[in-house]
T-cell receptor
Framework: GENVEQHPSTLSVQEGDSAVIKCTYSDSASNYFPWYKQELGKRPQLIIDIRSNVGEKKDQRIAVTLNKTAKHFSLHITETQPEDSAVYFCAASTISNFGNEKLTFGTGTRLTIIP | KAGVTQTPRYLIKTRGQQVTLSCSPISGHRSVSWYQQTPGQGLQFLFEYFSETQRNKGNFPGRFSGRQFSNSRSEMNVSTLELGDSALYLC?????????????FGSGTRLTVV
C-alpha cells in the first residue's frame, strides 16, 4: 500500500525566515498531493495541493514542489509569521478507474515560529 | 454553506462499551472518509464511503465499522472499546474526484476510553 514519510517531525524557525517540509511517497501511481495545516485544537485545513502533471505551485507565501522521478514533494513557507505555527501534514492519493480514493498522510511536522 | 458536522464533540466511555459517531458532510459531497488521529500515529485511515457503499478500508480490526445513509450522512461504530481506542476521530467529506478540491474535515469527536 501507499506509504508517506514526512520530515522533519519538528521545526523551529525565526520569524521572517523560510521553512521547508519534505515528504516522500512509495506508490508511483499517486497523482494528487495536498498539504493540510492543523492549528492547536482545530481541524486540519487544506492549504495547497498539487497534481502529478504540475511540478510547482505557489499561493502567496506558500509553495509546493513535486519531483515525480524521485517520488518526493515539499512545502515551502517564506517570510514566516507567528500564525504559521501549527502542525503540517502532507498526503498522497491514488485514484483508480473505479474512483477508489484514499489519502495517506505523513506523520506531521510541528512548525514553531520564534518571534 | 455549512461545513462538515461531527457529533458529539466529546465522549467518555468505559472499556467494553460501544460507541457511535456521526458525520454530516457538506451538501453535495457524496464521499465521506474517517480517520483516527493520535499523537503518536498521526492520521490513520479507517474507511471511506461513497453513495452508501464502502469503497476503501484501512487496517483496523472488525470492531470498527461504519455506514452511510442515502443523504450521505455517515456513522462510525466502535464495539468492545479498548483503552487504545482513545483518540480524535475525524470525518472528511469531498467531491469526486478527490482532486477537485481535496478533503474538508470536521472538527472531530474526541473519544476517551477509561
Amino acid at each position: 500500500g501507499e506509504n508517506v514519510e514526512q520530515h522533519p517531525s519538528t521545526l523551529s524557525v525565526q520569524e521572517g525566515d523560510s521553512a521547508v517540509i519534505k515528504c516522500t511517497y512509495s506508490d508511483s501511481a499517486s497523482n494528487y498531493f495536498p498539504w493540510y495545516k492543523q492549528e492547536l485544537g482545530k481541524r486540519p485545513q487544506l492549504i495547497i495541493d498539487i497534481r502529478s502533471n504540475v511540478g510547482e505551485k505557489k499561493d502567496q507565501r506558500i509553495a509546493v514542489t513535486l519531483n515525480k522521478t524521485a517520488k518526493h514533494f515539499s512545502l515551502h513557507i517564506t517570510e514566516t509569521q507567528p500564525e504559521d505555527s501549527a502542525v503540517y501534514f502532507c498526503a498522497a492519493s491514488t485514484i483508480s478507474n473505479f474512483g477508489n480514493e484514499k489519502l495517506t498522510f505523513g506523520t506531521g511536522t510541528r512548525l514553531t515560529i520564534i518571534p | 454553506k455549512a461545513g462538515v458536522t461531527q457529533t458529539p464533540r466529546y465522549l467518555i466511555k468505559t472499556r467494553g462499551q460501544q460507541v457511535t459517531l456521526s458525520c454530516s458532510p457538506i451538501s453535495g459531497h457524496r464521499s465521506v472518509s474517517w480517520y483516527q488521529q493520535t499523537p503518536g500515529q498521526g492520521l490513520q485511515f479507517l474507511f471511506e464511503y461513497f453513495s452508501e457503499t464502502q469503497r476503501n478500508k484501512g487496517n483496523f480490526p472488525g470492531r470498527f465499522s461504519g455506514r452511510q445513509f442515502s443523504n450521505s450522512r455517515s456513522e462510525m461504530n466502535v464495539s468492545t472499546l479498548e483503552l487504545g481506542d482513545s483518540a480524535l476521530y475525524l470525518c472528511a467529506s469531498s467531491l469526486w474526484p478527490l482532486t477537485t478540491r481535496g478533503y474538508t474535515f470536521g472538527s472531530g469527536t474526541r473519544l476517551t476510553v477509561v
